[in-house]
């Protein structure tokens, strides 16, 4: 496990330490290809319970088929969602089946010609060691461009999330004050970095000193807020945006959005983005819910899916590979090592001790 | 007391038996120039306690001043929002001063060559039976057009709320399905009339079988909804509507705005236009409030206010004018007579008592 920085290198021992890795080091691959299936739906939080290795042969390409082998493995918030049975999101991960996640491979056997042995790719490949694919579910990435495990990350779906959710939705501009909930996490932590690019005063929300400190002293948050410390969250954010609000990124909502939806300042935007704090709920979540300020001041609040910016990406990997090289953007990993790891890594992100993006690196590659 | 439609006779005598008129008939003008001020602010709904009736000499116009005579007061659940002191509307009523309120009057003494006595005025004058005023606090009214008291109503504020909202934030299209919250009400009755006009499925929820008979039968509601007598609001929006909610024009907040958000289509938008169920709160509002269908749905929710689109004012007013003539548009009013039931006018508004625009006629006049 480590946390990478293609900039800097970060200092956050803290927060290494209190990352859990149940099974240290990576193992090698088996010779079988190892799978991660759906055993069971949560009730609120995710357990390693709720899935089963299982063994599968490593199987053989077919016409127009590829088969790649996992890099790495993306744990996403998202997931939590397709555990449960709500259809509102998308069709609900089967039970018994591979669970589904990101993955950067490379392919080691190819009946396509334009996906030759030894190019990397990524697509929604699932929580394998091995998968089979045709051209049209993954895209080839270019590993001059950046490390591969980026592909997940600050130039994957949470870099376009960030980019476009931010750039599209917010709209920010220069001399807004924009509040960033789940600042510390792979979206996060970009979104505020943007902001800082156009011209924004930037605050952080997370939940540990170590994580704030990363986000002041090393990617340019203005300010930052502890929620799990602060006395008075909403009196917090009161006093650190005198002018209110122009921007929240909401990936959280509950109590946090609470605090911050009353400091929304004239015309603001609430750039509804993720709501960490509901996907596990048992019990529908009850809480304040009072929406006048929203009203008075003219508050624009739209809920966002990052699949309906797929024709765009090219123009946002293109322009935030630019600002890496620049060193304008700098973004963190939070990397479990190895493939049985792959549940608990899940489940430590939705607990939120990740930096930044999580991923499982899969024991006996490069 | 009586319900006034342009277009139509409106058979809803249940309803006009249900208005409350505690002092019957209209009063004659009195020499003085009574009042009401705010004597205290309310905790929860307001009572007449919370106003107090004075009397004033009928004052005298300064140079560029004009004299006005009321006829029709207008009382709209805003001025609840600005009985307390909750700074983030406007600026709170001053207790001990007269009331704020829209006026419809006629000019009586002018020093002012642009208003010559008997120019019909509206504006924000209060709750007086005369009151003083610049040209730049008016506007004229043009009683040809249309029936004076509609610049209170239908070609006033909530008509213009009505029209901007849903056209603006709302931006339907034809096939779209809109629920109307308040949907009796001044504003709401023109939503649904105006979705109409463009093409879409209109579903209205309000409080009483009566009114949303009148929703149906005379202003073309595709279908209804009694909040208080449904047991479930949820299931029955989501049965009125197979196809999810397009638009929500929301005036209500809290429970019912808890049961539609669910059931909103992809893309759907919310107009927040009011929180009629929160203005008067004594504690905050506590309730459900997961967003998740928002996000997932892609849904865009836009706090509303009228005076924003107020360069446009003549643009809706000339277009509604000419629905009004062709009898695409009906509207109807609420009308209580005499200036001393106004703070019981304003009390019977806010419980939902009236259909449409709820209004005062002053005594004396024509």
Redesign the interface.
């Known amino acids: 496990m480590g946390v990478n920085a293609l900039a800097l290198t970060l200092r956050i021992e803290d927060y290494r330490i209190a990352r859990p890795n149940p099974h240290k080091g990576g193992t090698m691959a088996t010779g079988v290809n190892r799978q991660f299936v759906l055993a069971s739906r949560p009730t609120g939080q995710p357990s390693t319970d709720n899935f089963r290795l299982v063994e599968a042969p490593i199987p053989t390409p077919g016409p127009n088929q590829v088969l790649v082998r996992a890099h790495y493995l993306s744990v996403d918030p998202y997931l939590r969602?397709r555990m449960s049975e709500?259809r509102?999101?998308a069709d609900p991960q089967p039970l018994g089946q591979v669970m589904t996640g990101g993955m950067v491979g490379q392919v080691i056997a190819s009946n396509l010609a334009s996906f030759p042995v030894a190019d990397f790719v990524e697509g929604e490949l699932g929580w394998q060691e091995y998968a089979l694919t045709d051209a049209a579910s993954v895209r080839k990435i270019d590993a001059k461009l950046a490390p591969i495990s980026t592909a997940l990350g600050v130039l994957g779906m949470p870099g376009m999330t960030a980019y476009f959710s931010l750039l599209e939705v917010g709209r920010p501009k220069p001399g807004d004050t924009v509040v960033v909930s789940g600042a510390a996490g792979a979206v996060g932590q970009v979104v505020g970095q943007i902001a800082k690019l156009a011209g924004c005063r930037t605050i952080g929300i997370a939940g540990s000193d170590a994580k704030l400190a990363v986000l002041r002293e090393q990617m340019g948050f203005d300010a930052t807020l502890n929620y799990k410390t602060e006395a008075d969250l909403g009196r917090a954010v009161a006093e650190a945006c005198p002018n209110g609000v122009d921007i929240y990124f909401d990936s959280v909502?509950?109590d946090i959005s609470?605090a911050v939806f009353?400091q929304m300042a004239l015309w603001g935007r609430v750039v509804?983005?993720?709501?960490m704090t509901?996907?596990g709920?048992a019990e529908?979540?009850?809480?304040?819910?009072?929406?006048?300020?929203?009203?008075?001041?003219?508050?624009?609040?739209?809920?966002?899916?990052t699949e309906?910016w797929r024709d765009r990406y090219p123009e946002a990997v293109r322009r935030m590979a630019g600002w890496i090289k620049e060193r304008k953007l700098i973004y963190t990993e939070t990397v479990t090592e190895g493939f049985e790891n792959t549940p608990a890594a899940f489940i430590a992100m939705m607990r939120g001790d990740n930096l930044g993006k999580a991923l499982v690196k899969v024991g006996g590659t490069s």
């Open positions: 969602i709500d509102s999101y909502g509950g609470q009353p509804l983005c993720g709501l509901q996907y709920l529908p979540d009850v809480g304040a819910r009072d929406m006048r300020r929203l009203l008075y001041h003219r508050v624009r609040l739209e809920g966002f899916q309906d």
